[in-house]
Structures are given as C-alpha cells and as structure tokens.
C-alpha cells in the first residue's frame, strides 16, 4: 500500500512538473506571440493608402498624376443574371483596348513608325485594329466567365483601375451583385512624352503600387509617402464591435516633384524625333536637352518608347532610358572633348598648324585616314574642327599623351555615373589607366575605341558652354506638399578646363556649323557652336560598312547659351551621315524653339 502511494504521489508530481513547465511556456515563452495571435482575432485592421505625389513639368502642370480608380467586383451569392449574360454586357467596357501604331503625317502621307517607307491605308488600318477589338472583347468574354463560374468563392475582383467614367457606364447596366471598391490610380495625361523619363506605377509581390523606372522608381519613398491604418475591436468572424474601440492613423500623402522638364521643348523634340526616324529611316534615335549652367534636363526623349498607362503591354526593353542606358562610340562629337583638353594643357593653340595633316598617318602597323579621303596640308586645329580631320585629332592625342588624355576623360565625367536623379543609368568604364597603347591614344583622339552614354556626352560639352564648369544633370528642380515647398539646388561639380580654353573651344565650334559639312542646313544669322559625328558601329571586332550612328552636338546662343542639345539617330538609312540626318533635325528643332526662348538671329 505504501509503496502504491509512493508511486501515486511521484506520478502526481512528474504531471506537476510537466505541467508547470507547460504553463512557462506557454505564459512566458510563447507569451508575446500568442498575445499577438489573440490581438489578431480580436482586432481588425484595414490599411489606408497615402495618396501618391504627382510629377509636374517646369510649369507646374502634370506630367503624372494620381487620379481617382475602381476596382469592379462581384459578390457571386448576388448575381442574378447567368455568368454569359454578365460577361457579354462587361467585356465591351472592360476589354483592354488595343495600342494603335503610331503614324505620323510626313510629307503628306501618313506613315507609321514600325515602317517608315509604308504609307498607311487608312481603311485597312481601322479594319485592323475593329477586327483586333473584337478578338480583344471575346477573350475578355471568356475570361469574365471563368471569374464569375467560381461557385468556390463569394466574392471575385473583374477588373482594377476603372476610371469615373468607366464605373458609370457599368453601373447604368443595372447588373445586381457587382460593385466598386475606390483605389488610386496612376494618369499620365501626356500619354507616351517623357516615358523613359516618367517611368510607370506597377504592382509589388504583395499587390502594392510601386514605381518602377525614371522618376517614378528613383523617387519611390518620396512619392508614395507613408500609409495609415484603421484599427477596430471585432468578433469572431471580423465585423466591427459596436462600442468597441477603434484607432486611426491617417496617411501621409507624397510629395510632388517639380521637374525642369519644359513642356514646350518635350513636345517639340517628341514631335520633331518621330519626324526624323520617318524621314531618315532611323532604327531607333535620342533626344537630350540640357541647360548647361544648371545641368536641368530640359527635355529628353528617345524612340521606340512605351505608354506608361498601358506599361504591362510592354516588354522590358521598351522601359529602358537609351539615353542613360546605352552606351556607344560617339565618332567625331567627341573630338570637341579632346581638342578642349589640348587647348587647357597648352599642348596646341587654335592657329596650332597640323605638321602631318597633308597624307593617312600610320600608327604601328594601322593608317588613320579622314572621312573622305582628303587631306589638308598646313591645317591649324580651327580647321581640323572644321573638317572633322581624324588625322589632326591623332596629332592633338600625341601631343597630351594617353595619361594625360585619361585625366582630362575623367575630369569631364566620362567612365563614371552623372548621379542624374533617374533610374536606371549606367556607365562604360574607360581602360585603366597607363595601360593605354598608342592605337589606343590615337583613336579614342577621334572618338572610336571608347564607349560612353548620350547623357555623359552632352554633359562634357555642356562643361564647354559652362565656361569650363562641369554640373550634374538633375531632372527634379524642387519637391513641394501644400504650401511646402524645398528647392533642389544646381550641384557644381568641378572646373574641367579654363574659361579661356572654353571660350577658344567654342569659337572653333561656331566656324565648324558655319564652314563644317552641316553649314547648307543652318540657320541664317543665328550663332550656334556645334559639331557633327558619323560613328561607325562596332561589329564582332570590325566595324560595319554601312551602318552608322549619326549625331549632332551643340549650343546656343554660343556667347550666352540656354541649351545644350544632343540629336542621335541609330542606322539611319537614307544617309549615313550626321550632315545629312541628325544635324538638319537639330537646326529644325532649334528654329522652333528660339523664338519661345527668346533667341533671334543677329
């Protein structure tokens, strides 16, 4: 009997124990996460999204801006109409629309971009895109169904993003069952101006807006703001107690970005590029403009470009910034870069006479030889400039060397990132240093064998118009909230080159757009510096014979200048040359907008 009791008693201790140890656990281990759970099921919380900032030209009207959106939903309990019923009314007001090729009227023709040479047949064009719509509306017929047939669920979301106009459309079909949650929606009122520049509003893994790309995703933390919440006491299933206690916190909205993006010069350029791909033939093209004494990007544009409304009809490629994104050999809009660096080392002066310009000039076992094959014997470097002479760069190349070459490439920014406020960009490295052999020096001398972006470009010679100071190209000017606002201010980067070496460089320029290949296509009385480049394009270690990337370079007025802007076009195919393609583009654009800026001829 004792030993009975003995062993009852151990028994009851060992459960003491056991429990004991369990209750530790579970108040003082698990304490906290289980707290949690309980506050879980007791309270309900529904986030509050901050409404995101807007993005605005320099005028302060939009360029992306949140509007009001709806979800379309239906509770399936509800419906009262069959699945094929409801499908058919929806599907015209909620197909996605197909994206119209763009056409562009040229030469009194319209054609389309995809293929500059075909004109477009009206009819057969709109026949098209009625026979794509209906495609378009059955799909969605059929997708509508699939939703609406789910017997598994009870509630099933149609369609986001719905517009006000698009909600009273539906609502006014008097369909029992369906509804509308509000939600933000991202505008672009522009529609495709400034895409790359924009970037777009997409959806994260968790099904939160997140920008992406150009401003939008560099800008992300600014723009979104924060998110609030409400949090209220609820029962088992999750409706609201009725004298439970609630507590809110109220989002905070983005805050705006005042770009100086001029809306006038964007649209001139978009306008001006489509023309000019249809005209030449081009691939593809750029268009950078830049104020060169506070690195404000005042316009950019490249083409093929995207919808950021309709981003997810797009691939990745189109997202890209060719402008901040791509690199290339410039060709001979490089040589104001070398020759400027010459001037400021006091390695050659503007009358500096050229002692090997008159014949092809062989470095190691390669002949460097002009464009066209001619030769100018006595050439000084205006000249050199003016004839865009690869024999007389050579000699400007030779005369700094390869280190000092790679200081002055350093200096104006090449190699490394602008830190423009975009994202996305990217940057070619240059050879490291002391490594450089003199085919190496000669050719980088005329801008072959070294790869850089449009953006560092038009930088180094917004570095030239700037009196020698290079900027760093900003997009935003100023962030505002209200009556809040804080001015970002222009960022100095450092002097590349005296004033003096900037000022001999930049009438050098002007004598290369009034004397240079390009002069039967500049405007009368206006001064402008620039310069022409045809570069070759780089292909499984030769260079093609045909293809070619065309780009002109410059600023004006050149005593004062307001803008530096920077015309590319890839392949263009009714000429080869920049003379022929990119510069007449550039002196067109600049005749649009010199009167806006208040530029006349002398």
Known sequence: MEIRLRIVGIGFGIASLVLLGRLFYWQVLQGHSLALQAKAQQISTHQLVARRGDILAQDETWLAASVDSWLLYAELPKLEQSPGEIARALAPLTYTKPIEKEVIRYEGRDVTLDDPDEEVKEATESETLAEESDDLIRAEELRLVDLISRNELVWVALKKRMSNDEKLQIEALGIIGLGFEQEEGRQYPEGTVAAQVLGFVGKDEDGYDVGYFGLEGEYELTLSGRPGFIERESDAIGKPLLFG???????????????????????????????????????????????????????????????????????????????????????????????????????????????????????????????????????????????????????????????????????????????????????????????????????TSFGQGIAVTPLQIIRAIAAIANDGVLMQPQVVDKLTAGDWESDIPPVEVHRVISADAASKMTGMMVTAVKDGEAKWTVPKGYSIAGKTGTAQIPVAGHYDDEKTIASFVGFAPANDPKFVMLVTLQEPKSSPWASETAAPLWFSIALDVFPYLGIFPN
């Not at 404000?296 to 890209?320: C, H, Q, V």
Request: aromatic share 12%; with cysteine.
């Open 245 to 443: 206690s609630t507590r809110e916190v109220a989002p905070a909205g983005g805050i705006n970005l005042v770009t100086h993006i001029d809306k006038v010069f964007q649209l001139t350029i978009e306008q001006k590029l489509r023309e000019g791909i249809a005209k030449y033939g081009a691939k593809s093209g750029n268009i950078i403009v830049m104020d060169p004494k506070t690195g404000g990007i005042l316009a950019m544009t490249s083409w093929p470009n995207y919808d950021p409304r309709y981003y997810f009809e797009y691939t990745d490629e189109n997202f890209k910034n060719p402008a901040i994104s791509d690199a290339f050999e410039p060709g001979s809009i490089f040589k104001p870069i070398i020759m400027a660096s010459g001037l400021d080392a006091g390695v050659v002066e503007p009358n500096t006479v050229c002692d090997v310009c008159d014949r092809p000039y062989q470095v190691d076992k390669y002949f460097i030889r002009t464009w066209n094959n001619e030769y100018h014997a006595g050439s000084t470097m205006v000249d050199v400039i003016k004839h865009s002479d690869n024999v007389g760069m050579a000699f400007v190349g030779s005369k700094l060397g390869s280190d000092k070459l790679y200081d002055y490439l350093e200096k104006f920014g090449f190699g490394k990132l602008t830190d423009i406020d975009l994202q996305g960009e990217v940057t070619p490295v240059l050879r490291e240093k002391g490594s450089w052999n003199i085919v190496d020096l000669a050719t």
